[in-house]
């Protein structure tokens, strides 16, 4: 149970597991609807900082499409915040991994980069944008809705840069009874408050690594704050030699018991997966 919850409230339950970096998977109960959030899998460099060996179904391009063929949701969606390497490295070879498997896979992201800058990227790897990306291969673009499956999707803004000159952006994820921000790539900046306040995400999900390129641990519990979640999770840490290392985790979790003690948070390694007790969607 989270903090500052009725008892009689309405619980939905949702896996979340970190693949290092700011790569993450939302999954609910019985594998029936999977999320990636961004797709920088196998070569994710996410799990060396924190002395942990990369799991077998994470290695490789074949052993993660033969892990989420085996695990049979009814639809996995990939979405995309913007594309640094860090964060789109996988995605051509993923989609067109899972598409070629016969998995009901759909992919999001902002409508610059699924129509236009990544045209040729598409045709490159094989894959016909306009079966896998939502809004028949339109995207989305800021305010946009999607759906696929039983989860549907906002587009929010993001503080951050981008290669080729789209916006990044942030999600607005609704699955499983609940609903998740997912803020990419991005500084804390004021319309966070104002998200929070459109959307009531229950579950918030922070980059936390700072130095160069996006706000440190301190800075994502203030965000998580000023939004009003219920639960925060910091992710994007210790994956590169110029952010803040595995104790990003530890620094975040500080500085939210000051700042909003009500909020509950949850803590990650690379590779582990944490079944969360969230509150529903309002």
Known sequence: ???????????????MRWYGGGVYELAT?????ITLVDAWIW???????????????????????????????????????????DHSGDYFELLKGLSEAGLPVKSA??????RAAFLPKFKEAGIDPTKIVVNNGQGMNFGGAASAGAVNLRLVPAVHSNVVGAPPAGFIIDMGGTRIYAAGDTD??????FIGKRYKPVLGV??????????????????????????????????????????????????????APSIGSTIFVPGQRVTLSLPAAT
């Open 1 to 15: 149970m989270l903090a500052g919850r009725p008892a009689s409230a309405a619980m939905s339950s949702l896996s």
């Open 29 to 33: 109960p019985g594998d029936e609807q």
């Open 43 to 85: 070569n994710n460099t996410g799990f060396k900082a924190f002395g942990i060996e990369k799991p077998p179904e994470l290695s490789s391009a074949a052993n993660y499409v033969a892990h989420i063929a085996a695990r049979k949701p009814k639809s996995i969606v990939v979405l995309l915040t913007h594309d640094h390497g």
């Open 109 to 114: 992201g902002h409508a610059e980069l699924m």
């Open 188 to 193: 804390e900046f004021g319309d966070m408050a």
């Open 206 to 259: 922070y980059c936390a690594g700072g130095g160069p390129y996006t706000m440190n641990p301190e800075d994502a519990a203030d965000a998580a704050r000023m939004m009003g979640v219920q639960h925060a999770v910091p992710v994007h840490y210790g994956h590169n030699p110029l952010i803040v290392g595995p104790e990003a985790g530890a620094r975040f979790k500080t500085a939210l018991a000051k700042v």
